[in-house]
């Protein structure tokens, strides 16, 4: 992991299991926009799947890490980003990475996501795309169980 890479750190009041059973649920918080579709799933080591937004984004992730209520690790295959203009695959080959620990009776979610550095073309934009999906997206349906 490179110290510039993109990363945030979110705590809840769930158990490391129910938080790595809605980090898994890709499809209730990655996204509200219903133009989204989600394909395949993200519940065991070697799992694909896929997030498409006509026009805006197309990425195809394989879980290449997996250890039950502590870390899963996303490795981006294919990438599309069609609003960038030097190089549109520039997320393939980065790994989207959630680690768990327990800090008293919360669960504290430090994700990174590796090879997206600010040189990159995509990083301000992809960097607060992050911080709305991982703070308040995900925190959300982690902490309330209700998709977005």
């Not at 490391?16 to 394909?39: G, H, L, M, Q």
Request: proline residues 3%; charged residues 30%; contains cysteine.
């Amino acid at each position: 992991m490179n110290k510039k890479d993109y990363t945030a750190t979110i705590e809840v009041a769930q158990s490391p299991e129910v938080v790595f059973s809605r980090i898994n649920d890709i499809s209730k918080w990655w996204t509200k926009d219903v133009a989204y579709i989600t394909e395949g799933k993200s519940v065991n080591l070697y799992d694909e799947f896929s997030i498409t937004h006509p026009g805006m984004h197309y990425s195809k992730q394989k879980v290449v890490e997996f250890i039950p209520n502590r870390k899963v690790v996303w490795l981006v295959t294919e990438s599309k980003l069609d609003w960038l203009e030097k190089n549109k695959a520039e997320w393939t080959g980065t790994k989207m990475i959630f680690e768990l620990t327990t800090k008293g009776n919360k669960t504290v979610i430090d994700f990174t996501h590796e090879g997206r550095i600010p040189e990159k073309e995509c990083y301000d934009r992809v960097s607060q795309a992050w911080n709305l999906v991982i703070k308040e997206w995900l925190f959300n349906y982690i902490s309330e169980g209700k998709a977005i």
